[in-house]
């Protein structure tokens, strides 16, 4: 299961950083994505750390302003945001790839991934 939280309503220019907790003993076999969904548009992936190295993969869109990171330790993984804008508001959710172990590329799909958090709403007020 994955939990997510920190979302909230902020003004452009603002921060936030969301956590993701995960149960389970595996979470570090795992490569980790952060998605989001505005009213009316399709699922788009944002950002992901593969599960070994820690590299990673950002979206045009947010490239600069935001960032992921984890701790295995805490079996957590984290979006950092700055620079908000009125386009980042979405809901967004964290989620982990449905293989475990992945040697290929760091997928950005959603039909890569088959354990969702519930979403946490970020509103960014201009």
């Known amino acids: 299961q994955l939990q997510a939280s920190g979302g909230g309503l902020v003004q452009a220019g603002a921060s936030l950083r969301l956590s993701c907790a995960a149960s389970?003993?595996?979470?570090?076999?795992?490569?980790m994505g952060w998605f989001r969904q505005a009213p009316g548009k399709e699922r788009e992936f944002v950002v992901g750390?593969?599960?070994?190295?820690?590299?990673?993969t950002t979206a045009d869109s947010v490239r600069g302003r935001f960032s992921i990171s984890r701790d295995n330790a805490k079996n957590t993984v984290y979006l950092q945001m700055n620079s908000l804008k009125p386009e980042d508001t979405a809901i967004y959710y964290c989620?982990?790839?449905?293989?475990?172990?992945?040697?290929?590329?760091?997928?950005?799909?959603?039909?890569?991934?088959?354990?969702w958090g519930q979403g946490t709403q970020v509103t960014v007020s201009s």
């Open positions: 989620a982990r790839d449905s293989q475990y172990w992945r040697s290929s590329i760091l997928r950005g799909t959603p039909q890569s991934y088959d354990s």
């Open positions: 389970g003993r595996t979470f570090d076999q795992y490569d």
């Open positions: 750390i593969r599960w070994l190295g820690g590299r990673t």
